[in-house]
């Protein structure tokens, strides 16, 4: 296998364990450098083993049926991995302070959908950083934490 070709089955280990609908927090130590870098437009940026898999304990008990997929093939060249993803989950967990622009109450019951794009950088079969864009307007609006005017 070429090196892209391990980079994309790292990534998609990584899509399937991290960001998928069951969580195993013991991939971050397998695939996560020990200082990777996770910076979504959404959330402050996370940074090293402790704290991300802080930030996803924190998003799973407030979204308790979070989950991300997939939505095209993995494209790599180099160190370089880019995914398409869709994903969401309801709010029924206790209340949720991480997105940069405000809170949620406990238990909202409010649901985002929504999509983006994730670039990863790997070094010798570890993550680096995760660094995505995601349509955080539209789960922002989905959460009643702003309108569209």
């Known amino acids: ?5 391990d980079n994309k089955a790292i ?3 990584w899509f399937t364990e991290f960001w998928g609908e069951i969580y195993d927090p013991a991939v971050v130590d397998d695939l996560a450098a ?4 996770l910076h979504y437009s959404l959330h402050e940026p996370r940074r090293g083993h402790a704290d991300i898999k802080a930030f996803m ?4 008990a407030a ?13 790599a060249e180099g160190d370089y991995v880019v995914g398409r993803w869709i994903g969401g989950g309801t ?3 206790p209340a949720f ?8 109450p406990a238990a909202t019951g ?6 983006g794009t994730t670039v990863l950088r790997l070094e010798n079969g570890k993550i680096m950083e995760e660094v995505g864009l995601d349509d955080g307007v539209t789960a922002l609006q989905q959460l009643g934490l702003i309108r569209a005017v």
Do not use: Q
């Open 11 to 13: 990534v998609g280990r």
């Open 1 to 5: 296998m070429s090196k892209e070709d």
């Open 57 to 60: 304990a924190d998003f799973r």
């Open 63 to 75: 979204f308790p049926n979070l989950a991300f997929a997939g939505a095209a093939d993995l494209i």
């Open 91 to 93: 709010h029924h967990g």
């Open 97 to 104: 302070s991480d997105f940069l622009i405000g809170s949620l």
């Open 34 to 37: 020990p200082n990777m870098l």
């Open 110 to 115: 409010r649901t985002m959908r929504f999509t």
